[in-house]
């Protein structure tokens, strides 16, 4: 399956379980990767055949910047299934990470997959 992807998407918003989280707001990096069929797409030119990414990363920057959650792993089930909304996309893959939520690494977070059967 083909695939468009969002890489490095940096958002800010309020995220996590401790008092200070809740009212600080954070960076959250997100990458996503659509798995669609692109042959007609291919073809015709046309965006009405298309993802179009410049929709879905707004969609996904205004949902993390108000949704408020306390875990990445909500946040990230709520982004897949605002990408499956997108009648194009039959599976998602989404990585949200807290840059240096943790001492000493570059970031922690979670990656899921979902689909349309799923």
Not at 12 to 33: F, H, M
Not at 38 to 49: F, K, P
């Amino acid at each position: 399956m083909d695939q468009v992807f969002i890489k490095d998407l940096l958002v800010r918003g309020i995220i996590g379980i401790n008092d200070w989280e809740r009212v600080t707001i954070q960076d959250i990096l997100i990458n996503i990767v659509l798995f669609v069929d692109l042959r007609r797409a291919g073809e015709t030119d046309d965006i009405a055949d298309c993802v179009n990414y410049r929709t879905v990363s707004k969609k996904v920057q205004a949902h993390t910047e108000n949704a408020k959650r306390l875990t990445v792993e909500a946040l990230a089930a709520d982004i897949a299934r605002l990408c499956l909304e997108d009648p194009h996309v039959q599976k998602v893959r989404v990585r949200v990470e807290k840059p240096a939520a943790v001492r000493f690494s570059q970031s922690v977070g979670v990656e899921i997959e979902r689909s349309r059967e799923t």
